[in-house]
């Protein structure tokens, strides 16, 4: 779940990274309030809320399972863990 929640959280920020990587390449700044518009940070937070929602589906999408296979947790055999995997 955790993992799930860092996904999410970098896929957010993604946009956010690139607009401050942009404003420091073209400005030098980007602690000051003026670079920072509350109508750009909503523009970019609709962005990362997108990337985030393709992200997720994308992942969902292509996990490696086929059709109507059945997962099988990690288990315990014989002194080896077995790794989960789909069957």
């Known amino acids: 779940m955790?993992?799930?929640i860092a996904f999410n959280i970098v896929f957010f920020l993604?946009?956010?990274?690139i607009y401050a990587a942009w404003m420091y390449a073209t400005r030098g700044t980007v602690g000051s309030a003026s670079d920072w518009p509350v109508r750009?940070?909503?523009w970019l937070g609709v962005g990362g809320a997108l990337l985030m929602v393709i992200a997720v589906?994308?992942?969902?999408?292509?996990d490696g399972a086929t059709a109507g296979?059945?997962?099988v947790p990690a288990q315990i055999i014989d002194g080896v863990l077995v790794p989960?995997?789909?069957e």
């Open 69 to 71: 296979s059945t997962y």
């Open 14 to 17: 993604v946009p956010f990274g």
């Open 40 to 42: 750009t940070i909503t």
């Open 2 to 4: 955790t993992r799930l």
């Open 84 to 86: 989960a995997h789909f």
């Open 57 to 62: 589906v994308a992942f969902l999408q292509f």
